[in-house]
């Protein structure tokens, strides 16, 4: 199969031949039809997530179920899914608990090398995807059964993009009616946040952004106002709109402690700044050791997300008109370009770009 391979950080992918394994017990072979570009592929690629190289990076996926392994039970093939780097093994204390999203489990096919390039060298998969790849090797439990008429392009973008978030407010802030929001980073996740706080009915929806045009797409998914976050009283304004106590919830959602420290100080009383975006690993954050007004600083792991619940009613909100999916996709490229379309979401050109197969 073809994949696009990354053998030193920081530099272009090489599109290639590769092998693939078979499936073993509990695992699926997806053929892709879709595999959307996070900024967390390019964080992948630049050696700032961990982990070594060769790898085939790529993780917002859809496609096809090709064959199955021993013990599958909940997927055949044909299936048309979301493949996600969610994984839940139903066991563990989080497992059991109801928090999947946290899953403990070792993976056999995250630490062995499923993958291999023509010189015989195993290939990491990112985050035990790999889905810049014609197909991918996961667990039964990360994948999603979608509708048959659902295009992949937009089921790819239920796998990391939306779910993280869209989740976020909806899951792990749980933000009620009339409540205020900011959401920090109008990229990809930024704006599933920001119609994740309209479908939730805040009374106002906070953009905040360095791009004028980024700024000006949060509008169509419900955002009330804007502010561009380099304006030097970026939080006087915030605290303008929300009556000079500041905002109820803080969504950040790019991997950025300065954003972090900004969205701390447009938090009112009792507000809950929630860490979305994935800063470099290595980073540290300074904020006041005092949290005045019962502020609290938390984290959402992938939109705290049960996989299998929550994207069946994903895919229901998109089939009822509610949830914008199709308004996310900037331009679609084949595997061959797929460092042009990873340099253009790197120049802040595109919401989110899609490599079909």
């Known amino acids: 199969m073809k994949a696009a391979v990354c053998y030193e950080f920081g530099k272009p992918l090489v599109v290639e031949e590769i092998d693939i394994d078979p499936p073993k017990k509990s695992e699926v072979k997806v053929r892709i039809g879709a595999t959307a570009i996070c900024h967390s592929d390019i964080h992948s690629i630049k050696g700032e997530l961990g982990g070594g190289v060769p790898l085939v990076p790529g993780h917002e996926s859809a496609g096809w179920v090709e064959e199955v392994g021993e013990g599958v039970t909940s997927l055949k093939p044909g299936d048309g899914v979301v493949v996600s780097l969610l994984k839940s093994c139903g066991h563990c204390l989080f497992c059991r608990t109801g928090r999947p999203f946290l899953c403990e489990a070792d993976w056999p096919h995250t630490i062995e090398r499923r993958l291999h390039n023509k010189k015989g060298e195993g290939l990491r998969a990112s985050t035990g995807v790999g889905g810049f790849a014609e197909y991918v090797i996961v667990d039964q439990s990360q994948c999603v059964v979608v509708p048959e008429d659902l295009p992949m392009d937009r089921a790819a973008l239920l796998a990391c993009g939306v779910i993280t978030g869209f989740g976020a407010v909806v899951n792990r802030a749980q933000v009620k009616p009339m409540e205020s929001v900011v959401v920090i980073g109008i990229g990809g996740v930024g704006l599933n946040s920001v119609q994740g706080a309209a479908l939730s009915g805040a009374n106002q929806i906070i953009a905040v952004d360095v791009l004028d045009s980024k700024l000006e797409a949060a509008k169509a998914f419900g955002a009330t106002h804007t502010v561009r976050a380099d304006a030097r009283d970026a939080v006087k304004q915030v605290q303008a709109l929300t009556a000079g106590r500041g905002s109820d919830y803080v969504m950040v959602t790019v991997g950025s402690t300065t954003a972090i420290q900004q969205g701390y ?25 005092f949290f005045g007004g019962e502020r609290m600083v938390t984290s959402s792991s992938m939109g705290t997300t049960k996989l299998a619940v929550d994207v069946p009613k994903l895919v229901a909100l998109y089939q009822a008109g509610r949830l914008k999916l199709d308004e996310l996709i900037t331009a679609r490229y084949p595997l061959e370009k797929i460092n042009q379309a990873i340099a253009s979401v790197e120049r802040g050109e595109a919401l989110r770009n899609v490599i079909m197969f």
Do not use: F
């Not at 700044?273 to 050791?289: A, Q």
């Open 265 to 289: 100080a447009m938090a009112g009383p009792r507000g809950m700044i929630v860490v979305v975006g994935l800063s470099p690993r290595g980073e540290s954050l300074t904020l006041p050791v």
